[in-house]
């Protein structure tokens, strides 16, 4: 898990058995003992990891464990997107913790890999944003039709998953309404509330059905805590949730569907809809039936057409006409906050401005 405040976000990596033996690891997380446990069961099961994929130039979470997986099997070859950067001093990829002599760039053509056999790859190419870079390489496994992506394409569940559910005090935490509130009984009705209220907050930052009070106000009610420590962020809770917020996270789950997260909608891929667009096209004429992201729900049912109508943001005229009744368009106000963050960004030329819709 990762976050801040409590908003707690899954992360996982994938691993594939090879089919002439061994594994393949895309995206590794942080180094801990169950973890190594656990892989290094599937080793002796499936033999030595073969290969480690970074397909992403950009989140820390996703870049920052490779080094160090590396070096617990120290023969595997390493494979990393394109256009890898870091901040504030672009570095080689040596001093970033990876090993210099097993470390690769995936190339443009993917059947220059040793897990061509059992892999094609997309890569969609780096979208700048000034300090910064997007990228992300979608993996499509040929003979199980899995799309294995990083970022781009997510889904929610009605349920916490099971890491989150493993401490649930972040959960109970959000259940509260005021900050001199109980935290809340230890129920799985509870927990399913809160994890919908930590999406809401996860997708949005600050959803339109979430209030902060005046400051004033919330330094009164913190005062007010039962409980004031660490632990409860010393009874700070500036938040005032909406009655009707449990409708504004059903559009959001859409019963399952898969969309492309509102960070990236309002702050990145709107850089670049005709790469986007193109490669969104590239990845749907691979025959899949499962996507496995990193984050939230996962493994996820959906096939290339749903894939494809998840980008339908960054064109005028989607297809399927103006009025199709399976948009994934997410509620607009729910935007704002982003609106006002990209604003900003913009005006002191942090990042190049949105292009146009397609």
Known sequence: MQGVFYVVVPICMRVVKLENG?????????????????????????????????????????????????????????????EQWSFPV??????????????????????KTPFADEFDYGILEAITLSPGKFAEVAFFHKRWHILLLTDTIVSVSADPPAIIQLDPYPLLYHAKDKAYDIIVADTQENRRKEWQRITLFAFYFQPSVVNVPKWKDVFTDAWKAPQSNRKT??????????????????????????FVAAVLQSLILNRAPQETINWAEQVAKWDFQWIIPCHFDAPVKANSQQFRQAFSFLEKYPSGGLFNSNSYTLPDDDFQVL?????????????????ESI
């Not at 801990?32 to 992403?56: C, F, S």
């Open 90 to 111: 672009n570095s080689p990829l040596s001093w970033l913790g990876l090993p210099g002599k097993r470390t690769q760039v995936l190339s443009e053509d993917s059947q």
């Open 22 to 82: 061994g594994l393949l690891v895309c995206t590794p997380v942080a180094l801990r003992g169950e973890y190594i446990r656990l892989v290094n069961e599937l080793v002796a099961e499936h033999g030595d990891v073969k290969y480690i994929i970074l397909p992403t130039i950009s989140g820390i979470e996703h870049k920052v464990f490779v080094g160090p997986f590396a070096r617990c099997f120290p023969t595997a070859q390493v494979f990393v997107a394109p």
């Open 233 to 258: 962020y010393f009874g700070f809770f500036p938040f005032q949730w909406r009655q009707d917020w449990e409708r504004y996270y059903e559009v959001l789950r859409g019963h399952g569907r898969i």
């Open 339 to 355: 609106r006002d963050i990209d604003q900003e960004l913009n005006r002191f030329g942090i990042v190049p401005p949105a292009r």
